[in-house]
């Protein structure tokens, strides 16, 4: 009987440090992005969620991985998590870049090279012009491409510029790429090359000299001539056209304007334009 009671004293003693060492458990601690920190019990890691519970409960809360940039465990042990944020996508080349949201029936015009094939050189004022001309040819035949709206051009320059993207790089980028960072679903990528050479002719216009009698006297007359240089420059273009919907390249083809002038390759596109899968006649 003593027996008996000594033991249920030691166990009444024993009672208070017990709920003492398993108030004082160390728990796993979560550090989210916004430096928020949740202490708790981890259950269960997944590649897109943490499981947890908190401390004097069983209910298990899930937390998207994107919203944790680090897990320290209880046991001392730490985990960092390298997630891209929703906002960001890896392109090809392995660079993060800022993803719009893909409206349908939408359309943007690239910028286009315009390059010299001999020298390889290319020219900003006339990239940026070509990209403009067919942007305004896009307006002003809004009618023939609906349900297609255009993207406004400062808004996709906009958008390429934050991605380091410009007409000397534009034909790196793929296509993909592209249509997340603008946030259409169509896209009209052309580019412009040629090459140039010059005729020139001489005109010479005038007589030479003449002796005339005037009262029984010789006199003599020199007439002069002039001669006239004429210097014409030739363009020899190729334009290349492509139309891409949702990643897909539905339209691509290439025309030599028949007239070699300085804008002929304006013409080419025109008609490139009007013959692509988006043109409707009205």
Not at 49 to 76: C, H, K, M, N
Not at 111 to 139: G, R, V
């Amino acid at each position: 009987m003593k027996l008996q009671k000594a033991l249920t004293i030691i166990v009444l003693l024993l009672i208070p440090f017990v709920n003492f060492a398993q108030g004082t458990k160390k728990l796993d601690k979560i550090i989210k992005r916004d430096y928020q920190i949740i202490e708790g019990t981890i259950a269960k890691i997944s590649d897109k969620t943490v499981e947890y519970s908190l401390p004097g409960e069983t209910v298990q809360i899930s937390l998207d991985v994107s919203q944790i940039a680090r897990i320290e465990f209880a046991s001392g042990r730490s985990q960092t998590f390298d997630v891209t944020p929703e906002n960001t996508t890896q392109t090809s080349s392995n660079q993060n870049i800022a993803v719009q949201e893909i409206k349908p029936n939408t359309i943007a015009v690239l910028p286009i090279p315009y390059i010299n094939s001999d020298t390889q050189q290319s020219s900003e004022d006339m990239a940026k012009f070509a990209q403009n001309d067919t942007y305004n040819k896009l307006l002003d035949k809004s009618a023939n491409i609906f349900p297609l709206t255009v993207q406004d051009l400062r808004t996709t320059n906009s958008l390429l510029h934050k991605a380091g993207i410009d007409h000397n790089n534009i034909d790196e980028t793929p296509i993909e790429d592209l249509q997340k960072i603008l946030g259409v679903d169509n896209i009209v990528a052309a580019k412009i090359s040629y090459t140039m050479s010059s005729s020139s002719t001489a005109s010479t216009y005038g007589s030479g000299s003449t002796t005339v009698s005037n009262n029984d006297k010789k006199v003599k007359s020199t007439d002069y001539s002039t001669t006239t240089a004429n210097t014409q420059m030739y363009y020899y273009y190729n334009v290349y056209f492509d139309m891409y919907k949702n990643g897909t390249k539905i339209y691509s083809q290439t025309r030599q304007p028949f007239l070699k002038l300085k804008d002929s390759w304006i013409d080419s596109v025109s008609y490139l334009l009007k013959r692509s899968p988006i043109y409707v006649k009205k």
